[in-house]
């Protein structure tokens, strides 16, 4: 057997692993992320590195390969847990080695620590004095406004005298020779961490949350650790438990990822964490420096931290001993990567956690549909949460069927029960939440007399508008068919896309409400550092009476004024041509619904749609995830798919149109006669078949065998023709259509 073995942890040598022999006596020790010492250059000078890869053969040639000397045993193997859990990206969902290695180790370059200085008194007061009476009777105006600051404060610190102060480095100089002050350089850690200490209480854990604390430190007390989910509604209380449990691992000295789907989250959460854990806690995403990203790493490392908070990617923050990763929001599409290695956050957390011997918990109001299926199945322990902490009930729920409306002569985006609760809130100096659902917004059709959407006969998804050629798309199979121009189920000519955006709201909003203070959550209003929190915190100091958004806006938050949520077209992603639709739909308004009457104030959601009878609507107003659960589990069985199946969609891409489709017909075939028993489902276009002038094919393989997947993946691998104008790219089990 031989090893890849890298010598140094940096980007420079990412593509220069060297390859050693493992000698008999050291097989069973050897795995990637194995430190070991190697004989390396012509002195066979020993040093060590980390094994990458290990193999059955080499092909290199005409060079004795040395051995590895020995196994190197490491009291904090962090480093060599991340290189393992590197070649476990790479080995399930098809990357190589390299782009592992970036996915896991993303901070490669050091920087230089920020370094304070400060100015001390290094005398006597009465030499002070006498410093001072000099430099008045000198005229020394700027070595005067230093002593007399001196006499008031023993400590200064430098940019203030330097600046403020005015005064020159060459006095400054002088003072010090002359035993004076003293000049004091210390390095420290950059802190994106700023905020104040909150007034929040602590809050008593109810007879539940007790008994879910209970059962976790028993578990921890046997040295037993599992993946945990926590399904809590809306209002739970799910955070406070989380820090209970959290209290616990920090107790015995382990440390604490804690994942949030969104950097929108980032803000509240890290105040109810820094309220408990003070510095001990920091946050590591994309909105930090390069610096601040690699000061929160060295703290990480030197034990300085005890939690961290981010999105996914803080999943790979280089703790020494991690005690419990916790996911909140768990069903959240942000924790699978889109780009390669296209990995899920909750598959890898699971794999980090048994590298550390670390427990997971796994939360949401509304669990993803292949988590809950676990618990069923018993892989998980289900914790269930059903009572709003504070006792306050679920917001009222009222489904307004927009088709009515329509026949009324209510061509608004808002019905008529949403404007007069509305006026009814503004009227009571109360708050509104406007939640517009454009997820899977792709151009697709729907009539707005009757409700039908224009939908796939063969795939039960909807059909994408394509404005070019003016036809409806499948972008599963590819039928098509021409652009009705009246509904061919009703007869009405309202068949069109919906057009309605955040923008359009808050226009309708300002027009109908002229009193009404109002702020916008998107894309657009969040592109400057800091404004998403400045929106939220004028809309939680009630500053705004009004918040518009898109998703943004239903996930996490928690105002105590807000006792209207209105839920513009519900039903809009249940238009999307995916079989994830009915899961997605369901999720957002559960969870748009959760936003109401979390305070004293009893909540109302008004829920618009044009297909009021569909049972992700119904189960979401009722929040009766269980019901919602059953019916989704049945047709996913009947169907197909995750979690009774498992999919590996394989994409080929090149620039050369007929290499790319011949190319992925070639590779469909080889696994149709390679794996028998997989089911192969294309070839095709992809859904969108043309990038930058990149063409794309994909054809998926399903099977109820995960590891038959893996082994698909695997031989296309080492199948594939190295062509520089190929591209070849997995995914396991995705998220959106491919």
């Not at 592109?527 to 705004?544: A, H, N, Y």
């Not at 028993?677 to 995960?706: L, T, W």
Request: proline share 4%; charged share 25%; with cysteine.
């Amino acid at each position: 057997m031989y090893a890849k073995v890298i010598i140094d942890i940096s980007v420079e040598s990412l593509d220069r692993p060297f390859t050693y022999h493992i000698p008999d006596r050291l097989a069973t020790g050897c795995h990637p992320g194995t430190r070991v010492t190697v004989p390396f250059g012509k002195s066979n000078r020993l040093i060590q590195g980390y094994i990458l890869e290990i193999t059955p053969d080499t092909n290199i040639t005409g060079v004795q390969i040395k051995d590895i000397t020995d196994i190197v045993v490491e009291q904090h193997q962090t480093q060599g847990r991340l290189i393992e859990l590197a070649a476990f990206i790479k080995e399930q969902y098809g990357s190589t080695m390299n782009t592992a290695l970036k996915t896991v180790l993303p901070i490669k370059k050091a920087y230089k620590p920020k370094e304070k200085k400060t100015i001390k008194t290094a005398c006597s007061r009465d030499v002070l004095m006498d410093a001072y009476s000099q430099a008045v009777r000198k005229k020394q105006v700027a070595k005067v406004r230093l002593l007399k600051e001196l006499l008031e404060e023993e400590v200064l610190d430098h940019s203030l005298v330097t600046g403020k102060l005015g005064v020159s480095s060459a006095t400054l100089s002088g003072l010090e020779r002359s035993g004076i002050i003293k000049i004091i350089s210390e390095n420290y850690f950059r802190n994106p961490v700023v905020i104040s200490k909150s007034n929040e209480q602590d809050i008593e854990l109810n007879d539940t949350q007790l008994g879910i604390l209970n059962e976790f430190k028993e578990d921890l007390d046997n040295d037993i650790h599992k993946t945990y989910l926590l399904h809590g509604i809306t209002g739970s209380g799910k955070t406070v438990t989380y820090i209970s449990l959290i209290k616990e691992v920090v107790k015995r000295k382990r440390q604490v990822v804690v994942l949030i789907p969104e950097i929108a989250l980032t803000y509240q959460t890290l105040k109810r964490f820094y309220h408990y854990f003070g510095e001990r806690v920091s946050v590591l995403n994309s909105s930090l420096s390069a610096g601040e990203k690699y000061d929160q790493c060295e703290r990480a490392k030197k034990g300085e931290i005890d939690v961290i908070i981010g999105p996914r990617s803080a999943l790979f923050t280089p703790f020494p001993d991690i005690g419990l990763i916790v996911i909140d929001e768990e069903h959240e599409n942000s924790y699978k990567s889109e780009s390669m290695p296209r990995y899920h956050a909750r598959e890898v957390a699971k794999k980090l956690a048994g590298l550390h011997n670390a427990s997971v918990v796994l939360g949401s109001a509304t669990p993803s549909i292949e988590s809950y299926h676990k618990a069923m199945q018993g892989e998980y322990r289900l914790w269930t949460m059903d009572k709003r902490a504070t006792g306050a009930e679920l917001s009222k729920t009222r489904i307004v069927d927009m088709r009515e409306e329509l026949k009324e002569g209510n061509k608004s985006i808002f019905s008529n029960a949403l404007k007069q609760g509305i006026r009814d809130r503004l009227d009571k100096n109360e708050q509104v939440m406007l939640f517009l659902n454009r997820r899977g917004y792709a151009g697709f059709v729907s009539c707005r007399s009757c409700g039908v959407v224009m939908r796939c006969p063969h795939c039960d998804v909807s059909l994408s508008e394509h404005l070019s050629t003016g036809k409806l798309v499948c972008h599963y199979c590819g039928y098509e068919e021409k652009r009705h121009k009246i509904c061919p189920k009703c007869g009405s000519k309202y068949l069109l896309g919906f057009k309605a955006g955040t923008e359009q709201i808050e226009e309708e909003v300002k027009k109908l409400f002229p009193d009404a203070n109002t702020s916008r959550l998107d894309a657009d209003t969040t592109r400057q550092k800091g404004s998403l929190e400045k929106i939220l915190e004028d809309f939680s100091e009630k500053k705004t009476n009004v918040l518009i958004g898109t998703q943004m806006i239903v996930k996490g938050h928690d105002f105590p004024d807000v006792t209207l949520v209105g839920i513009v077209a519900a039903d809009m992603s249940l238009a999307l041509n995916d079989y994830r639709a009915g899961e997605r739909t369901f999720q957002l308004i559960t969870q748009a619904c959760g936003r109401a009457g979390r305070g004293d104030k009893s909540g109302e959601t008004i829920i618009q749609t044009y297909q009021p009878d569909n049972y992700a609507i119904v189960c979401s107003a009722a929040q009766d995830y269980k019901a919602f659960y059953e019916e989704e589990i049945l047709y996913r069985q009947l169907a197909g798919y995750p979690p009774a199946c498992d999919i590996l969609a394989v994409m080929v891409t090149s620039p050369d149109k007929n290499l790319a489709g011949k190319t992925c017909e070639a590779m469909a075939d080889y696994i149709i006669k390679k794996e028998p028993e997989a089911a192969v489902i294309g070839p095709g276009k992809a859904g969108i078949g043309k990038i930058n002038d990149i063409y794309r094919f994909v054809f998926y393989i399903k099977s109820s065998d995960s590891k038959l997947l893996v082994r698909c993946k695997d031989e296309l691998e080492e199948g594939i023709n190295p062509l520089s104008n190929i591209q070849v790219f997995f995914d396991f089990n995705p998220m959106n259509p491919v």
